[in-house]
């Protein structure tokens, strides 16, 4: 079985400055791989220990990516191979942009059984890009798995909904986008960091997967960090039905 992660790396979001004008500045952030695709690539990995097979990380995005802290960072958690496409019109692309070039770099990897993505990425958590990716691909594409497992040609996964658990049986080849909930990220040993330097990495720029002419349908204006508003500084005393009574009069002045 032939198993891709797809992974985003964002900024450290305790790095991130917010400027007098509200405007954000990512010149002393360091990039990481998104927490949420931590949980996709230990999805993949654990599969792939559970009944045999190919685990290979693949990600998108501008000159970053050209990165060997990040690349061991990711090879150290299990994945075997690592493909990039680096492009600097990756840079700032949306989730279509993302999702088209994934499935070109998935086409020229070859047969894939299964693609797991993250249920979003750490800085925009549009949680778009795996059910544009699996349209584009044509394969049966499922969000919002919770647990799953690879019986003979098909998988059986698990989506945890509000009063019950729905328990689906999903034919390969599949985009599945998994939950934090499905596992806990392993932490990498210091042998699989150093082991991780030895395995091969492959990267693409946009015309080696067939992607010409791409315009890149929308553009970030500005992102900007909410107002600051002044604290009311009003404080109640007391756990009394009175103390409550006087909060909420309070919560309801202010909400109309």
Known sequence: MNIITCYK???EEQDIVVE?????????????????DLN??????????AAGGKVMALSVGGKELDNSKLKK????????????????????ADSYTTAQT????????GK???????????????????????????????NGISKMA???????????LENEIEVLEISLPAVISVTTDINLPRIPSMK????????????????????????????VVSTLAPEQADRKKVLWEGESEEVIQQLFAHIRKELL
Do not use: H
């Open 102 to 109: 994934l499935a070109a770099a998935i086409r020229k990897m």
């Open 150 to 160: 690879v019986d003979g040609e098909r998988l059986i996964a698990e989506r945890t």
């Open 112 to 142: 894939i059984d299964l693609i797991i993505c993250g249920e979003g990425s750490s800085d925009l958590y549009a949680q778009q890009v795996g059910a544009q990716l699996g349209q584009m691909l044509k394969a049966a594409t499922i």
């Open 40 to 49: 996709a690539v230990e999805a993949g990995v654990a599969i792939a220990e």
């Open 73 to 92: 960072g990711i090879l150290s958690r299990g994945p075997e191979e690592l493909y990039l496409v680096i492009d600097e019109k990756l840079g700032n």
């Open 192 to 219: 699989n960091i150093l082991a991780a330097g030895k395995k091969p990495t492959t990267a693409w720029d946009l015309t080696a997967i067939g992607m010409t002419g791409v315009d890149i349908p929308t553009e």
């Open 9 to 11: 790396i964002v900024p």
């Open 20 to 36: 007098k004008d509200r405007s954000l500045s990512f010149n002393r952030a360091e990039w990481k791989i998104g927490q949420y």
